[in-house]
């Protein structure tokens, strides 16, 4: 599989990635168990056999990185690993500062080097930034981590607008910017990604199916999620007329973006692995057919973010 590096670090990564939160917990539509020990430690072997040298996970993701440090830990010969630390407590909506913020942070950066059972972290990311957050405070902690041989690179995953337009203020601090990209959700096409590109920080795509809207369970989305629903249909329906799935259609839609270094895909099954491989090797979509996807949107951003999707209908506002 092709690899470049990811922007301005000397991590080669492949164009496919893996994301993990599907091993680690329940998680997607109809937050299914994730298969048992040995069953996660063989996919993820068969998945950098493949030629898939990017796995991303997180503290939050249950069991997520503790497989992966028995799959991979103590081997030379192993993925590039991007991992996660939120700036608040689990639960908790108040940020931290001062001592409490330190402690916090270390704490979880050596819990994710033992359960990794590496000696630093190739790439740590803020989990979930959604709003402001880079402040002397945190820079002087990110500088302090990395000095001491705990982190080689600093990257972030966001929401919305706000967060990731900040990290890219602090490209020399944040090397890669993890966003939400799919073919109903192409908002950051606006600024974002135009400036990831200027100013060469690495660009890592998630949410390309959208936790499962844009594949086959498209068809068993709830009343509330209707929009949603009737863009999928749109979509499959071009998939058919081309003869693909509608997953093959979404994949290859965002993995061949212009911008994009990774394109993570969440994943437990060996089919649907080698699904993904294949949609790399088919190569991008015919312009005609990228030309009508384009034609597909949807414009609530409170139902492009799967957090919202427990809030009853009329709570969310039609776009």
């Known amino acids: 599989m092709e690899t ?17 939160v599907e091993l680690g917990m329940p998680y997607g539509l109809g937050l299914p168990e994730p298969p048992d020990d040995d069953t996660c430690i063989r996919f993820l072997h068969q998945a950098y056999d493949a030629g898939i040298t990017f796995v991303d996970t997180a503290a939050a993701y249950g069991r997520s990185e503790e497989l992966i440090g028995r799959a991979f ?58 709003e402001r957050f880079v402040d002397a405070e945190f820079l002087e ?6 000095g001491r041989g705990l982190v080689r690179y600093w990257g972030a995953s966001t929401y919305g607008e706000t967060a990731p337009l900040e990290v890219l203020d602090w490209p020399v601090v944040f090397r890669s910017l993890q966003v939400a990209y799919n073919l109903l959700d192409r908002r950051l096409d606006a600024q974002v990604l135009p400036r990831c590109r200027q100013q060469g920080v690495g ?11 844009l594949s086959d369970r498209w068809q068993t989305l709830p ?43 969440g ?51 039609r776009g």
């Open 203 to 213: 660009v890592l795509f998630r949410s390309v199916l959208l936790q499962g809207v």
């Open 223 to 265: 009343p509330r999620l209707a929009p949603l629903q009737e863009a999928a249909r749109l979509a499959a329906a071009l998939a058919a007329q081309a003869g693909l799935t509608l997953a093959e259609l979404a994949v290859r839609f965002t993995l061949h973006h212009p911008v994009a270094d990774t394109v993570l895909f």
């Open 73 to 130: 830990g103590g081997n030379s010969k192993r993925p590039v690993i991007a991992t996660k630390v939120a700036l608040r407590p689990a639960g908790s909506e108040a940020r931290l500062h001062g001592t409490a913020l330190k402690e916090h942070v270390e704490g979880s950066v050596r819990r994710s080097l033992a359960r990794l059972q590496i000696p630093v972290l190739d790439l740590l990311q803020v989990h979930s930034a959604d």
């Open 141 to 146: 902690l990110a500088e302090d981590l990395t």
């Open 267 to 317: 994943s437990s099954r060996f089919d649907e692995l080698q699904a993904n491989l294949a949609a790399v090797d088919a190569g991008p979509l015919p312009a005609n057919l990228m030309a009508a996807v384009a034609t597909i949107q949807v414009n609530d951003p409170l139902l492009l973010h799967p957090g919202n999707w427990h809030l009853q209908s009329s709570a969310i506002p």
């Open 4 to 20: 470049r590096l990811l922007g301005t670090t000397d991590l080669q990564v492949s164009r496919l990635g893996l994301g993990t």
